[in-house]
């Protein structure tokens, strides 16, 4: 089976090395290019392609948002994955619009960058787990604050509310259990039932309807 191509971008050497550390030991994957600029990486992307091109937000020349957003739209068949120090609300947001097909923070790196590059060469968008739980928890806290005016969580029970807000916290399924009193796999029971009701598969998925119906505003 061929390896999957992927091209790194970043300005900082030590954090591409450091992510080729991580990718040498998986021959499934070979970095094929990297790049300390965003308009090098552009102009070899556009020209050379790749599988999958990871690229530091903060760049010279092009900022990493500005190259997917160009990318995404002569090659759209590029997965682009970005990846950031900063974490925040409005960060996330401006990546998942620029068209790129997940976020991780440089802070996830080391334990998620290869779960991160397997779901997006499969065609799935993926974001950190602790962004895309800091991004839900914002999400929950602004329908009970009654600042969602489309009814857009209404479907969901006031026990499922309590679920995502336990596990928009970081508490695992037991955790959450035995908080509210309830099995392991009854709150992974309801977590399903929520992403059945709201017609969703991923948390990623959860936060970009988020966006969608205003529940997450830039």
């Known amino acids: 089976m061929d390896r999957l191509r992927i091209v790194l971008a970043d300005d900082h050497p030590i954090v591409r090395d450091g992510i080729k550390g991580i990718l040498r030991n998986d021959k499934r994957f070979e970095v094929s290019a990297e790049f300390g600029n965003g308009k090098t990486a552009c102009d070899y992307l556009e020209k050379e392609g790749a599988d999958i091109a990871i690229i530091d937000i903060s760049m010279p020349g092009l900022t990493g948002i500005e ?81 969602v005016t489309d009814k857009a969580l209404e479907v969901l029970s006031d026990r499922e509310i309590e679920v995502l807000t336990l596990l928009a916290e970081g508490l695992s399924y037991k955790e959450a259990g035995e908080k509210l009193c309830i099995s392991a796999r009854t709150v992974e029971t309801h977590k399903t039932n929520i992403m059945s009701k709201l017609e969703l598969r991923t948390m990623v998925d959860l936060i970009k309807y988020a966006l969608r119906n205003g529940i997450i505003k830039l």
């Open 67 to 147: 190259v997917t957003r160009y990318l995404n739209s002569v090659k759209p068949e590029l997965k682009i994955k970005e990846f950031s120090a900063m974490s925040d609300e409005h960060t996330v947001m401006d990546v998942l619009k620029s068209g790129a097909k997940g976020f991780i923070a440089k802070d996830d790196v080391r334990d998620e960058l290869i779960k991160a590059v397997e779901v997006v060469s499969g065609g799935e968008d993926y974001i950190s787990e602790s962004v895309s739980r800091s991004l839900l928890f914002k999400l929950i806290n602004k329908e009970k604050e009654g600042r």
